[in-house]
C-alpha cells in the first residue's frame, strides 16, 4: 500500500507545459460544452399543449443520438503523451487498489469456506461413526438371530412364565403368612379375647379369613372386570371390611353399601 501511495504522489507531479496543455484543453472542451447546450436551448420547441406528440418527438431524437455516440469511435482528449501516461499511472494505481481490496474480500471468504469446511467434516466423522455404529448393532441383531431359533425363543418364554408363576406364588405364600401372623382368624382372636377378659363373645364359625376375602376380590376382577363388585355376605368379618375400606384397598359401591370391589391400582 505504501507504494502504490508513492506511486499516486509521482503520478499526481506533471510539468508546466504538460499542466498548462491539459488546462487549454478543459477550457476548449468547455466552451465547446456551452456552445452545444446554447444550441439545444435554442433549438428546444415552445411549451405546446400536445404533450403527448412532444415526449414521442423527445424520445426520437434522444434514439438517434444515441444511435450516433454508439457509432463513433472513442478518441483521447490529449495528444501529449505525458499527459496520457500520467493518466494511465493513474487509472492504473486506482485500479490496484480496487484490485486490492477484492484480494482481501476474497481470502476473508476463502477464509470462511474453510472454516465451514471443516465443521462439515466433522460433522461428516461424526455421522460415520454413528452410521458404523448402526451397522454394527444390526449385524449383532443378525447374529443373534440366527443363533436363537424358534424353539428356544419358545422355550425361553416358558422359562420365564414360569419364573413367573414360581415368583407369585411366592408372594402369595409370604402374604398369607403376614396375614397369618398379623391378621389372624376371628376365631382365634376371639377365643383370646374371651380368655383374657372372660366376656363370651359368640362369633359364626362360617367367617372367611382377611386373605380369603382378599383372593375373593381379586379373583371378580380378573374375572368379571366389567363388574368387579362383591356382595358382603355373613361371611364377611365386619372389622375386616372395614380396615380395607380405611386403607383405600377396596371401595364401596356408590349406590349399594353391601357390595365392595377391589381398589384399582394403576
Known amino acids: 500500500m505504501g507504494e502504490v501511495r508513492a506511486d499516486r504522489r509521482a503520478a499526481g507531479q506533471l510539468s508546466e507545459a504538460a499542466e498548462s ?8 472542451q468547455f466552451a465547446q460544452l456551452e456552445k452545444l447546450q446554447n444550441e439545444i436551448i435554442l433549438c428546444e420547441p415552445d411549451i405546446c399543449e400536445n404533450h403527448q406528440e412532444q415526449s ?6 434522444t434514439d438517434a443520438e444515441l444511435k450516433l455516440w454508439m457509432s463513433m469511435q472513442p478518441s483521447s482528449l490529449a495528444a501529449n503523451a505525458e499527459i496520457l501516461l500520467h493518466a494511465g499511472k493513474d ?7 480496487e484490485l486490492e481490496m477484492v484480494v482481501s474480500c476474497c ?12 465443521l462439515e467434516q466433522k460433522w461428516l466423522e ?3 461413526q454413528v452410521l458404523l455404529a448402526a451397522n454394527d448393532h444390526i449385524e449383532r441383531l443378525r447374529v443373534e438371530k440366527e443363533k436363537y431359533s424358534e424353539h428356544n425363543i419358545l422355550l425361553e418364554t416358558k422359562a420365564k412364565i414360569q419364573k ?3 415368583y407369585q406364588e411366592q408372594l402369595m405364600e409370604s402374604l398369607g403368612d ?24 359368640k362369633i359364626s364359625e362360617d367367617l372367611v379369613s382377611l386373605s380369603k376375602i382378599l383372593e375373593v376380590l381379586m379373583d371378580k376382577v380378573m374375572n368379571t372386570p366389567h363388574d368387579p363388585y362383591v356382595t358382603i355376605d355373613h361371611t364377611f368379618w365386619p372389622p375386616y371390611v372395614e380396615m380395607l375400606l380405611r386403607y383405600g384397598i377396596a371401595v364401596r359401591h356408590q349406590e349399594n353399601n ?3 370391589r377391589l381398589e384399582t391400582f394403576f
Not at 107 to 118: C, G, I, N, S
Not at 178 to 200: G, R, Y
Open 164 to 166: 413367573m408363576k414360581a
Open 126 to 128: 461424526e455421522k460415520k
Open 107 to 118: 481470502e476473508a471468504k476463502r477464509d470462511k469456506l474453510r472454516e465451514t469446511k471443516e
Open 56 to 61: 414521442v418527438s423527445r424520445l426520437a431524437a
Open 91 to 97: 487509472e492504473m494505481l486506482k485500479l490496484c487498489s
Open 178 to 201: 403376614i396375614l397369618e401372623k398379623h391378621v389372624p382368624l376371628p376365631q382365634d382372636e376371639s377365643t383370646a379375647s374371651k380368655k383374657k377378659k372372660n366376656i363370651p363373645l
Open 21 to 28: 496543455e491539459l488546462v487549454q484543453q478543459c477550457e476548449e
Open 258 to 260: 353391601f357390595k365392595i
